[in-house]
Nanobody, 123 residues
């Protein structure tokens, strides 16, 4: 099993920035990729970004390209999501996700989820 713990959510004004963190523990050697999904009220959960754990290749949803950056620190088993130029439509609960296959790199979730962290962007 892999456990994921997110941090860094909060309230920010439009145009502002936030950085989310997700620390993995447990069987971290299983991890092939990590990423982020988000779910806004009344909407389905959607892919945001993913990173290949060994090679560092990154993948983004079109809606966040150029504004969000995903990165990782292998020594700390932590993945980050730097979110700049935030918009009210970015408001959602953001979930960290990890998997032992390449599904995440195809914008599909892996098997491990964090508890979620709220991001609210005011206009």
């Amino acid at each position: 099993q892999v456990q994921l713990v997110e941090s860094g959510g909060g309230l920010v004004r439009a145009g502002g920035s936030l950085r989310l963190s997700c620390a993995a523990s447990g069987r971290t050697f299983e991890i092939y990729a990590m990423g982020w999904f988000r779910q806004a009220p009344g909407k389905e959960r959607e892919f945001v970004a993913a990173i290949n754990w060994s090679g560092g290749s990154t993948y983004y949803a079109d809606s966040v390209k150029g504004r969000f950056t995903i990165s990782r620190d292998n020594a700390k088993n932590t993945v980050y999501l730097q979110m700049n130029s935030l918009k009210p439509e970015d408001t959602a609960v953001y979930y960290c996700n990890a998997g032992s296959t390449s599904r995440l790199l195809l914008f599909r979730p892996g098997v491990y989820w964090g508890q979620g962290t709220q991001v609210t962007v005011s206009s």
